[in-house]
């Protein structure tokens, strides 16, 4: 699976989650760890595609409207 695919389907994702998700959801959602939802989140928020909130230790994403 490339980076491109990768960043694609977890974009999928967040415009299709009825709320912000966790790093630990995205990575269970694909079957990966946690490392590297969170390499791949922060790309995709790198480049704006989404943005991230922490609430307490956690922290959630969403797609940038």
């Not at 960043?7 to 990575?27: D, E, F, H, I, Y």
């Not at 791949?40 to 940038?64: A, D, F, T």
């Amino acid at each position: 699976v490339t980076q491109k695919s990768t960043s694609r389907r977890t974009l999928r994702l967040l415009k299709t989650a009825w709320r912000p998700l966790t790093t630990s959801q995205v990575g269970d959602e694909f079957d990966t760890s946690w490392e590297m939802a969170k390499k791949c989140l922060e790309v995709l928020q790198q480049n704006r595609h989404i943005s991230m909130k922490y609430e307490g230790s956690r922290v959630y994403w969403k797609i940038k409207p």
